[in-house]
């Protein structure tokens, strides 16, 4: 059975940092790329970052590069995406995403 189980999620004061985890199990999380998604309030899901196999490659999305970074250790099947001086509008639940499968979300909220 395939799981990715996100967690880290929470309240934050602007200008704050959270860590995000994804704990995967069930398909073979070494060889694939992982991916953070979110869904802000009212808009449709959006892409944040990825990572690719062995962490070769990442990439991420405008509005978060250079402050957020995503990456994976694969000893423990799990993905992270460390978030810097976030802002309100990074208020969103955030997904994590390895080829077919979603994890369920956690909740992230920006707000003095």
């Known amino acids: 059975q395939v799981r990715l189980v996100e967690s880290g999620g929470g309240l934050v004061q602007p200008g704050g940092s959270l860590r995000l985890s994804c704990a995967a199990s069930?398909?073979?999380?070494?060889?694939?790329?992982m991916m953070w998604h979110r869904q802000r309030p009212g808009k449709e899901r959006e892409f944040v970052a990825l990572?690719?196999?062995?962490?070769?490659?990442?990439n991420y999305a405008r509005a978060v590069k250079g402050r957020f970074t995503m990456s994976r250790d694969d000893t423990k099947n799990t993905v992270y995406l460390q978030m810097y001086r976030l802002r309100p509008e990074d208020t969103a639940v955030y997904f994590c995403?390895?080829?077919?499968?979603w994890g369920q979300g956690t909740q992230v909220t920006v707000s003095s």
């Open positions: 995403n390895g080829g077919k499968y």
């Open positions: 990572i690719t196999a062995g962490g070769v490659f990442k």
């Open positions: 069930g398909f073979t999380f070494n060889n694939s790329t």
